[in-house]
Antibody, heavy 121, light 107 residues
């Protein structure tokens, strides 16, 4: 069965860095585009970043552009999110999610359980 | 960026009621819309994709309709387990965006 398991969350000071990981299993990871989506406490969902199945194309939300970097290692079935210059407003649960289709865009059919990032002094 | 406006932001209905949630896009997105259900402390769950296609395993009381800029999610007969927050999402163009959410409570 498909599983997405995030890790790497924690407490970090403003201006600090953190790297999130998402370990994928149960599907052909190298065939699917992957995303990071976040949710601040008590707030709605915010899309953060996308990476194409082969890593050749990436998109970011304006709120994280230039500070966050999405990457993947298809040999390890793992998705990453490198977060630099963290701000208090980056505090959120971060989810990884997969596109339901291998081509084009689509909804997200599987999500991880989320990992909490808290940016606080 | 394409903005999605959901309404209402919250509603309270009785078991068995028909519930409708709307999602309006700031520009045409064809049928590139998905609906998700999220319960407290849990990840979102895909209900509807391509505006009207029911995800496998989702009860048939859920349905989606619309294209272009106006979309609806309908729960034909509300059940206690449907208490949750519902989000629409457009995947027509990047940045992908979500609606603000609709919290559904059971009376």
């Amino acid at each position: 069965q498909v599983q997405l398991v995030e890790s790497g969350g924690g407490v970090v000071q403003p201006g600090g860095s953190l790297r999130l990981s998402c370990a994928a299993s149960g599907f052909t990871f190298s065939s699917y585009g992957m995303h990071w989506v976040r949710q601040a406490p008590g707030k709605g969902l915010e899309w953060v970043a996308f990476i194409r199945y082969d890593g050749s194309n990436k998109y970011y939300a304006d709120s994280v552009k230039g500070r966050f970097t999405i990457s993947r290692d298809n040999s390890k079935n793992t998705l990453y999110l490198q977060m630099n210059s963290l701000r208090v407003e980056d505090t959120a649960v971060y989810y990884c999610a997969k596109y339901m289709r291998t081509t084009g865009t689509s909804g997200f059919d599987y999500w991880g359980q989320g990992t909490l990032v808290t940016v606080s002094s | 960026a394409i903005q999605l406006t959901q309404s209402p932001s919250s509603l309270s209905a009785s078991v068995g009621d028909r519930v409708t949630i709307t999602c309006r896009a700031s520009q045409g997105i064809s049928s590139a819309l998905a609906w998700y259900q999220q319960k407290p402390g849990k990840a979102p769950k895909l209900l509807i994709y391509d505006a009207s296609s029911l995800e496998s395993g989702v009860p048939s009381r859920f349905s989606g309709s619309g294209s272009g800029t106006d979309f609806t999610l309908t729960i034909s007969s509300l059940q206690p387990e449907d208490s949750a927050t519902y989000y629409c999402q457009q995947f027509k163009s990047y940045p992908l965006t979500f609606g603000g959410g609709t919290k559904v409570e059971i009376k």
